[in-house]
């Protein structure tokens, strides 16, 4: 049981290329998230998903595009990149019960943008 | 705005002594309260939940008490060990939404 699955690991871009972070998950999910972490500033909310066929804005959405491909998968894309941009990047899959609603994470992506 | 704000940044504790993380939340509608981990290295893990309906929630040397008049909710961590040093965040689920808002964390270092 894999849980949420992220590609690539590690990526060094230049500025101005772009890229897309990879994310899929098999526990049936309807909900999944993409977050960046920086020192000091926590996890930030980018994009989610709240089901199959929906996407919306978190707390800092600008220079990202989302895809929610099928239920499993949701990709980010950085179009342009630019160097404030070099975080990690974490996705991440949750579904709402009753009980909890546990958000499960990824590895995470170290993104360095020069 | 929805936020959730976290205190303090950075947490020293000599190992056997408690310690306690704080988080304030902006939503008076949110109704889920989790806290997780975080090793070096890896992606954050769920360790203690709590409901809106319950006060307080204890699991082992872990516990979690929420006050919704204030809006904040607490981690407490008892008899600390240095296995429990780590980075800890509080998070919220906004009423309404699927939006799941992460405070700025807690580096917990538990000193030998």
């Known amino acids: 049981n894999a849980g949420v699955t992220q590609t690539p690991k590690f990526q060094v871009l230049k500025t101005g290329q772009s890229m897309t972070l990879q994310c899929a998950q098999d526990?049936?999910?309807?909900?999944m998230y993409w977050y960046r972490q920086d020192p000091g500033m926590g996890l930030r909310l980018i994009y989610y998903?709240?089901?199959?066929?929906?996407?919306d804005k978190g707390e800092v959405p600008n220079g990202y595009n989302v895809s929610r491909l099928n239920k499993r998968e949701f990709s980010l894309r950085l179009e342009s990149a630019a160097p404030s941009q070099t975080s990690v990047y974490f996705c991440?899959?949750?579904?709402?019960?009753?009980?909890?609603?546990?958000?499960?994470f990824g590895q995470g992506t170290r993104l360095t943008v020069v | 705005g929805e936020n959730v704000e976290q205190h303090p940044s950075t947490l020293s504790v000599q190992e056997g002594d408690s310690a306690v993380i704080k988080c304030t939340y902006s939503?008076?509608?949110?109704?889920?309260f989790p806290w997780y981990k975080q090793e070096l290295g890896k992606g954050p893990q769920l360790i203690i939940d709590?409901?809106?309906?319950?006060g307080e929630k204890k699991d082992q040397r872990i516990a979690v008490t929420l006050n919704k008049t204030a809006k904040h909710f607490s981690l407490h961590i008892t008899e600390t060990q240095p296995e429990d040093s780590a980075v800890y965040f509080c998070?919220?689920?906004?009423?309404?939404?699927?939006?799941?808002?992460f405070g700025t964390g807690t580096r917990l270092k538990v000193l030998a």
């Open positions: 709590i409901r809106s309906n319950v």
């Open positions: 526990m049936n999910h309807n909900s």
């Open positions: 939503d008076s509608a949110s109704n889920y």
């Open positions: 998903s709240a089901s199959e066929g929906t996407t």
């Open positions: 991440a899959s949750s579904e709402r019960r009753a009980g909890n609603t546990e958000a499960f």
């Open positions: 998070a919220t689920l906004f009423s309404g939404t699927y939006k799941y808002i």
